[in-house]
């Protein structure tokens, strides 16, 4: 069986994003962060699988003789014009020549790509994937001009707040606080610097929004969920073409924004303030595409299922799956990386001692060149070649008993070239001429007289 590895790609990948999208819904009642960090492990996975493939070791897996393929040989013609020449009957002076010429492509191959099935897949490939690739270029450009057009918060009260908060939070690195006239609902970016963007009137909220909104931002930043909202737009863009990856970056989406509400819930904030903040900053929002690359507050496509999950709290975190997960995931991961499908060997028969080319010389129209070893008993020793040559008349003994001469058994009927007269036809019915006397059959000569 012949697989290409773009096909074996496609189906590892689909295996693995399958895989995830089943384990989220069976984590429904868990965790948001168990889910969020099941799809950022499943997104490095399936960026990963291309070179998992060619650095692990191959895992044989038995596949089924069904759908097999088997490669045909290619057949390559030469251009070149072909004469044949068939040689005149006898006597005749004609000399027919057959030519066959093929047609020359040359000229008309210079106006279009001679393009191999593989780079016509790649050119579409790339076609499809240089959307979202340029849309993900584009928002990072957005990120860094709204970075250096904005102005920084140093008021003393919310640098205590944002400190106090990044220290709960474990996150170490400083964290920039910067208002931009550009934006109207919070944002959270920056890979290398932790960055929370904020609009121009941040500084007139009350402190239980500033503390709200600090706190949800510098959750995000301290997850690193920028970084990963960048390896999901990079998984999409790779794999474009398919449906689950689409899936899968839309939950994932929904468990980063779900697992930040229970970190900030979790550090005790009010259920129902938060919820209604979250209100708030969703009506002013406005989709864009500096989305891709900084992680706005709220957005209206996820609202729903985060304040339900916000008001209902029905996830019950359990340790035991937060450490089975990522193990779990590495696991099944590595298995189908290393997985590579192997094809029972070929069951070849062939017939020993018998060669289509040299078991029979000539056709049988010719006779059996050698001879039959055993077939002629008293016959002609080194077989028949060509029919039984004329004259073969003294070979046949003087009297016939039973049709047949003695020494002319295991001749076959009809032999051409043998005796030209009633010939020695299936046993001679007719009889054969001896000595110019017909030779009759033993079951009859008493009725008859004597010879």
């Not at 390559?76 to 072909?82: L, T």
């Not at 957005?299 to 990522?326: F, K, S, V, Y």
């Amino acid at each position: 069986m012949t697989s290409t590895p773009v096909a074996m790609l496609i189906a590892k990948v689909s295996l693995l994003l399958g895989a995830a999208i089943v384990s989220a819904y069976l984590l429904r009642r868990s965790a948001a962060r168990t889910r969020h960090a099941l799809w950022s492990g499943m997104f490095a996975g399936v960026l990963a699988l291309p070179f998992l493939a060619l650095a692990l070791p191959a895992l044989p897996i038995p596949m089924p003789a069904v759908g097999r393929v088997i490669e045909k040989p290619v057949i390559e013609f030469n251009a070149d014009p072909v004469s044949i020449t068939v040689d005149a009957p006898a006597g005749s002076t004609a000399t027919p020549i057959m030519e066959l010429r093929t047609l020359d492509t040359s000229a008309a191959s210079g106006f279009l790509p001679a393009w191999t099935p593989e780079q016509t897949l790649l050119m579409f490939w790339l076609a499809g994937a240089l959307v979202p690739t340029a849309a993900l270029l584009v928002a990072l450009l957005r990120v860094v001009r709204l970075s250096r057009s904005a102005t920084p918060i140093l008021e003393h009260d919310w640098r205590e707040a944002a400190d106090k908060f990044a220290s709960q939070l474990g996150l170490r690195r400083p964290v920039r606080l910067l208002a931009c006239r550009s934006i109207s609902t919070p944002m959270a970016g920056g890979i290398v610097a932790p960055t929370v963007f904020l609009p121009e009137l941040a500084q007139t909220w009350t402190t239980e929004q500033r503390d709200i909104v600090l706190a949800h931002e510098i959750a995000h930043l301290a997850s690193r969920d920028p970084l990963r909202q960048i390896l999901a737009r990079v998984t999409v863009a790779a794999y474009w073409f398919h449906p689950l990856a689409w899936i899968a970056a839309r939950q994932s989406a929904v468990a980063r924004e779900q697992a930040c509400d229970e970190t900030v819930i979790g550090m005790g904030l009010r259920r129902s303030t938060y919820a209604r903040v979250l209100l708030e900053f969703a009506d002013t929002g406005q989709p864009s595409m500096t989305n891709f690359a900084a992680l706005p507050m709220a957005q209206r496509t996820h609202l729903e299922q985060r304040l339900m999950a916000i008001l209902n709290d029905d996830a019950h975190p359990t340790r035991r799956t937060a450490l089975l997960m990522p193990a779990a995931l590495v696991m099944f991961t590595l298995s189908i990386a290393a997985a590579q499908p192997s094809e029972p060997p070929s069951e070849e028969t062939s017939v020993q001692g018998i060669s289509p080319v040299t078991a029979v010389s000539g056709g049988v129209s010719t006779g059996i060149s050698g001879g039959v070893r055993t077939g002629v008993s008293g016959g002609v020793g080194t077989g028949v070649s060509g029919g039984v040559a004329p004259g073969a008349g003294p070979a046949i003994a003087p009297r016939v008993t039973g049709g047949v001469a003695p020494g002319v058994a295991g001749v076959a009927p009809g032999a051409a070239g043998g005796l030209p007269d009633p010939g020695v036809g299936g046993g001679v019915p007719g009889g054969a001429f001896v000595d110019d006397q017909p030779a009759r059959s033993a079951c009859d000569w008493r009725g008859t007289g004597p010879f």
